[in-house]
């Protein structure tokens, strides 16, 4: 299922199946790597668009910065760290994003997606 074409994020590929997730749009992290792939994906899909506009790798962490239009017009712009252990395998990732009224239409979005899969206390 590997895939780095159309939009995939290519971490996906090495989360630790304990890896976590923290994001501006929930309000704890998301342990798993199955829970975390269905998070990504989700939020995927409220996206028109997603430009990145950097990624460079930094020791062991990839910065990747891209700009976001969601399917309801709002614009976003995001960072994302991925943390690598020295085997390549990826333990956690963080994706901070801006500005808030953009955030809450995501947030809104992704609780109406997943609230069935993931716990209730995760979502904003």
């Known amino acids: 299922m590997s895939n ?6 290519p971490f996906l590929d090495d989360l630790t199946v304990d890896a976590e997730l923290i994001s501006s749009v929930l309000r ?7 829970q ?3 998070a990504v994906d989700a939020v995927g899909t409220f996206y028109a668009s997603q430009t990145p506009t950097f990624l460079q790798t930094v020791g062991s962490r990839l910065f990747l910065e891209y700009e976001a239009v ?6 976003l712009n995001a960072v994302v ?3 690598h252990n020295p085997d ?3 333990p956690r990732v963080s994706v ?6 953009s955030v809450l239409s995501l947030a809104a979005s992704l609780r109406g997606a997943l ?3 993931l716990p209730e206390s995760l979502f904003l």
């Not at 780095?4 to 994020?9: K, M, N, S």
């Open 96 to 101: 901070r994003m801006s500005p808030l009224g």
């Open 28 to 34: 704890g992290p998301v342990i798993g790597r199955d």
């Open 115 to 117: 609230s069935q899969q």
């Open 4 to 9: 780095d074409q159309g939009g995939r994020h």
């Open 88 to 90: 390549g395998s990826v």
């Open 70 to 75: 969601l399917a309801n017009g709002e614009r």
């Open 36 to 38: 975390i792939r269905r």
């Open 81 to 83: 760290v991925v943390d």
